[in-house]
């Protein structure tokens, strides 16, 4: 379960830590070093994840926490706060402004993947490995196969990457701009009719077992997965 982590955080040592133990385990860690430097980051492009200090200058990580919520295209990011322990008291302030969870510092590496994951289950279930399936359409992330009925199907690693968004958040419609946000992380350097060519493929590679239908088009709103076909 590879994210793209943004760690939201002063302190040099504690950069280290946090870029070399995520490192470790597959994630690509972008550092940002207070709060405005964060909100320029997360104008371009969208993490899977915040990990977010508390103690800043300037905006404190509270503050950035409530902007993020605050915030149309923002507030699905998932944010994990990182307090120190005197602030432990605060947690439920913490929780209460938008946080999924809090982690004391000093903090065990272990401690932290293992919420990071839980986090990611719960808010991104696109980014977990478990095998998903829809009305006979199946993937599976680990093998990085997709099934109808029982059929394999070859999809290109982009029609992968949106099914897989899709399928994990069915019966829900999705503009061409979220899409980017989710399966490209990025709504500023790519066309928005660029979802239409891949939405156009995803269909033709799940065409053979009648599956196609799945992906509806929803005039003037955008894309969703459903079951119940019109
Ligand atoms: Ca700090």
Redesign the pocket.
């Known amino acids: 379960m590879a994210a793209t982590i943004l760690v939201v955080?002063?302190?040099p040592g504690?950069q280290e830590v946090l870029k070399f133990n995520l490192g470790q385990h597959g994630h690509d860690v972008i550092v940002a070093a207070d709060a405005e430097d964060a909100l320029g980051l997360l104008r371009g492009a969208l993490p899977d994840l915040i990990l977010l200090?508390?103690?800043?200058?300037g905006m404190s990580g509270i503050d950035l926490a409530r902007r993020i919520r605050a915030d149309q295209r923002l507030r699905s990011v998932p944010i994990i706060m990182l307090t120190a322990r005197t602030e432990e008291r605060d947690k439920v302030l913490g929780l209460d402004t938008g946080a999924d969870d809090y982690i004391t510092k000093p903090f065990s590496p272990r401690e932290l993947m293992a919420r990071i994951k839980a986090v990611l289950r719960r808010r991104a279930p696109q980014m977990t490995e478990d095998p998903v399936e829809v009305a006979g359409l199946k993937l599976d992330p680990v093998s990085h196969r997709v099934y109808g009925d029982g059929m394999p199907l070859d999809l290109g690693p982009t029609e992968f990457r949106l099914l897989h968004f899709l399928i994990t958040h069915p019966e829900r419609v999705y503009s061409r701009s979220q899409l980017l946000d989710h399966v490209w992380g990025d709504h500023v350097f790519v066309e928005e009719r660029t979802v239409d060519v891949h939405i156009r493929r995803l269909r033709g590679a799940l065409e053979g077992t009648g599956h196609d239908k799945l992906i509806q088009t929803v005039r003037g709103a955008g894309y969703r997965l459903s079951e119940t076909v019109v």
């Open positions: 955080e002063d302190e504690i200090d508390w103690m800043l200058p």
